[in-house]
């Protein structure tokens, strides 16, 4: 008894120290970044090793107060629009999508699934020409829609991760379901989605972060400074104001935390355990 | 498989429908929703017969044109000298695979309606009633709710993601090129670019270098992030872990700061006055240029571990979702019956995560292999190594695809190289699908 005791012991003590090695991996090049962002000359090369060798707060003041040449704030507006209207048409998308291709057995399903896969192996951005030449020709260059749009209608092509997850809720809860008169649709919204809220907490996050932090697209279709999303915007600041982007990097990161602290909660329950009874 | 047998039946439906259409069907057949006005089926008959109105309006005012331009990719060439506007080739190629579309739309509506008829004079046949339109929408909400359900997303891939794809294959057998761009017009040339890539001495060479870095490369990334992802994971599961949600918090820290953000600030950690140079000059060394011309596996190396850091966090979060959807009750069984935990990871766990994964594994396989970011970033675009035509010894196809098309407009040549990559990754993800237990046996866990 004791014996095991003790092996359960070092096996705990092994486990938080490789919880800890990962959270100091992870933690470090950020760290490095918050560090910068809080130096007062700007430079890189100005750093004793890892740290500035000075501190003040310049750089944040500058970055939303110097708005003439670089308007962070309006920059971040941009992005906050766009990345959450394209979270929520393309998880909608997604999940629909996903839902119908786990559940129905239609007569080109199969043939739909081979596609998907298949399209999706195209290296994209040779599509990104097209994609350009097509706002152009709808007039959505310079729009945010036209972002949102790109980005939802792109969404659900990545359904495969949550129709793996909707295999693997039991069939026997739909059909107890369907016995007591729901229809497929009822199912679907009363019964299907609470049990896979852990998969839309996470297409809600990944589609959240595609937009929020893509730099290819915006760079492509906004022209106007003011348009900018936060990444094109920060990829135009010069060399020399590495402290302001170190700055204006940290709350690019601030939407997507809240949203995880939000959403953890359905993350980690998994509610369809113990739903069946064998 | 089911797949077979429905298809049979679906042409029997055809063959059926042409024998033993009556005439009130035929109507449909030469007016959309005049079958169903004689089967006095009002709101139906409206709604197709709008829906042929529109085609005829679209094919007539813009649609014959676009598909006319599609054939000939513009006659008039612009001559700015006498000020004549000519015609833009690439758009005319663009308009006209978008009217195809339309076109293949407004198919299947015609083919519905005739469906749609003759399920009405079986109906009456048989002394039922035709079904309504409100039995049709009932429908669309219940049995056929997929319907209703994929037709919004179906489109938009079709607008966002076929067309520009058809659009870049049709470019491959152009001759779009540095020397034959818009004002100029643009001809169709069969398998040209596709030679010139195999077997020109300008192109072959670094296509096939590069193709072997980049299969190296997607193969030992995708493997790394799968399972330090899946490992990570597993061990926030463990009981004896307190505070899950802080410690998730680290490399959900890592997820929130997007890509581009982290590979500059590698790029610069890495680079001459970057921190870690500057300690190995303080401890008497020489600075190394990681990320140099010349450095071409320290370069790769951190590459692939930059890749891990930007992609574990990811797949930390899909295996904790998919972990927690896990049937509790096995494990239990499974100590019963006095599996280690070892036993209870290989033949419980495992198999599970596998089953629920393959499809995301193959498409991470793909995107690692189309990773245009992380070199870009890291090194800068547009570094060319010696021996390389337009392109540096880390960079992936991807990579060069952007140096060929994007930076020096050899657009129809870079078609060509997406597609040969295209067939590559498909013919191999495709393999591993099918033959993957999640796509055989896909009910297993259901």
Known sequence: MKHIKIRHTVDTVITYIIILAISLVFLFPILWLLLASF????????????????????????????????????????????????????????ILTAYCMSRYRFKSRKALMKTTLVLGMFPSFMAMTAVYLLM???????????????????????????????DTIPKSIDEAARIDGATNAQVFLRITLPLASPMIVYTLLSSFVWPWSDFILPQLLLKEKDLYTVAVGLMSLGDDEFARFAAGSMFIGVPIIVMYFALSKFLISGLSAGAVKD | MTHPKVRKQHFKTVKEIVKRANGKVVCSACIMGLGQFLYRQWAKGILYLLIQIAAIC????????????????????????????GDNSVIMMLMGILAFIVLAIYLYFYYANIKDAYAMQCAVEQGKKPRTLKDEMRSMLDDKFYKTALFVPIIGVCIFNVLPIVFMILIAFTNYGPD????????????????????????????????????????????????????????????????????????????????????????????????????????????????????????????????????????????????????????????????????????????????????????????????????????????????????????????????????????SIGAAISIIIFLFTSAVSLAVYVLSPSYRQEDTYQ
């Open chain 1, 39 to 94: 130096s007062r000359s700007g430079s890189l090369y100005s750093f004793d090793g890892f740290f500035p060798t000075e501190y003040s707060l310049d750089s944040f003041k500058k970055l939303f107060t110097d708005t003439a040449l670089y308007n962070y704030p309006r920059w971040f507006g941009n992005t906050l629009f766009v990345a959450s209207m394209s979270c929520l048409f393309g998880t909608a998308l997604t």
């Open chain 1, 136 to 166: 152009t020709q709808f007039n959505l260059i310079n729009s945010h829609w036209g972002l949102i749009l790109i980005y939802s209608a792109g969404a659900p092509m990545g359904y495969m991760t949550q129709k793996g997850f909707f």
């Open chain 2, 58 to 85: 679209f094919f007539v005012f813009v649609g014959a044109e676009a598909i006319a331009g599609f054939f000939t990719l513009g006659t008039i060439e612009s001559n700015a000298w006498y000020g004549i506007e």
């Open chain 2, 180 to 411: 034959v761009k818009p004002p100029v017009l643009i001809d169709w040339k069969g398998f040209e670019s596709f030679i010139k890539v195999l077997t020109l001495g300008q192109f072959a060479p670094t296509f096939f270098k590069i193709l072997l870095w980049n299969i190296v490369w997607a193969v030992l990334s995708t493997a790394l992030n799968y399972f330090c992802g899946l490992g990570i994971a597993l061990l926030y599961n463990k009981k004896c872990v307190r505070g899950k949600a802080f410690w998730r918090m680290f490399p959900i820290l890592a997820y929130a700061v997007p890509g581009f953000i982290t590979l500059l600030g590698f790029k610069f950690m890495f680079s001459y006055g970057g921190p870690i140079n500057q300690m190995i000059v303080e401890a008497g060394g020489k600075a190394i240029g990681f990320l140099d011309l010349d450095a071409k596996w320290s370069a790769r190396g951190i590459g692939l571990v930059v890749n891990c850091w930007l992609n574990i966090p990811s797949s930390m979060l899909l295996a904790t979702g998919i972990l927690s959807n896990m049937n509790r009750d096995l494990y239990e069984a499974a100590k019963i019956d006095g599996a280690s935990a070892f036993k209870q990871f290989t033949a419980i766990t495992l198999p599970f995560v596998v089953f629920a994964t393959t499809p995301i594994l193959i498409s991470q396989f793909i995107a690692n292999f189309n990773n245009f970011g992380i070199f870009y970033f890291l090194r800068g675009g547009g570094l060319i190594a010696d021996g390389y035509f337009l392109a540096s010894d880390t960079d992936l196809l991807i990579n060069w695809l952007y140096n060929l098309s994007i930076s020096n407009d050899y657009y």
